[in-house]
Structure formats: C-alpha cells, structure tokens
C-alpha cells in the first residue's frame, strides 16, 4: 500500500514547505487555516492553526538545516511580514506550542542564525 494511501484520512497541513535545496513549495494559500500545528497554545491562545501561518523545512531532528532553507526562509518571512507586521514578533516553532508533541523544528535549528539573517538580509 502507498503512503500517502495510509495518511489521507488525516487532516493535517502547512502553509509552505521549504525543501533542502531551498524551494518553496505554497500548499495553502496565508489567509486560510493550514492544520499544522495541532492542540496547541501560543501566548495564551489556543487553536494555533486559526491564527497563524504553519511553514515546514524538509528534514529531521537528526541533521542540521542547509543554508539554502535558511536563506529561503529568510526570504520568505520577510515576505510575510510585509503582509502581516505582526508577525514580527511572534515567530516560534511548533515544538514551542505543542510541547511534548511537536518536537520541530529541532535541536537542529539555529534561532540565532536565523534571527541574525532576518535583521540583516533584506
């Protein structure tokens, strides 16, 4: 039986997806609800899949993510904060709203890096 024959019954989504070579791929368009991130609580809200935009990097807790995700993820949440200014301050993993659930975006991720990238890349 195929995968993805095995998981079609579940209801889960993201907005994007940034593959390791850096493309990104729009599975939902930003003013819907993408289901990503599942029973979860941001800032004392619940439901964070009504509320905010779910952006997946191809990869696993085991490994560390290219420099081509980072740039594109640069880029793109440059992108999204243009749309939504709010977003600015209020960018968090899914491990940070589901914890002991979600465990992404890792060990892996360097939120130095990115937040450097972020400031200084425009």
């Known amino acids: ?3 993805f ?5 579940l209801r889960v989504s993201a907005h994007c997806l940034i ?6 791929i ?7 609800r993408a289901w990503h ?4 609580l941001y800032k004392g809200r619940e439901k964070c899949n009504d509320f905010s935009i779910g952006i997946e990097l191809e990869g696993t807790d085991f490994e560390p993510f290219t420099p081509l995700q980072y740039n594109s993820l640069v880029k793109l949440t440059h992108a999204l904060i243009e749309l939504y ?7 968090t993993g899914h491990s940070d709203i589901a ?3 979600k465990t992404d975006p890792g060990p892996y991720f360097d939120w130095q890096q990115f937040k450097a990238l972020l ?3 425009r």
């Open 1 to 3: 039986m195929p995968f």
């Open 5 to 9: 024959d095995e998981i079609k019954h």
């Open 19 to 24: 593959r390791r070579d850096g493309e990104i």
């Open 26 to 32: 729009q599975y939902v368009p930003f003013h819907l």
């Open 37 to 40: 991130a599942g029973q979860s």
């Open 85 to 91: 200014p709010e977003l600015q301050d209020n960018i």
């Open 99 to 101: 914890p002991g659930r």
């Open 119 to 121: 400031k200084h890349k």
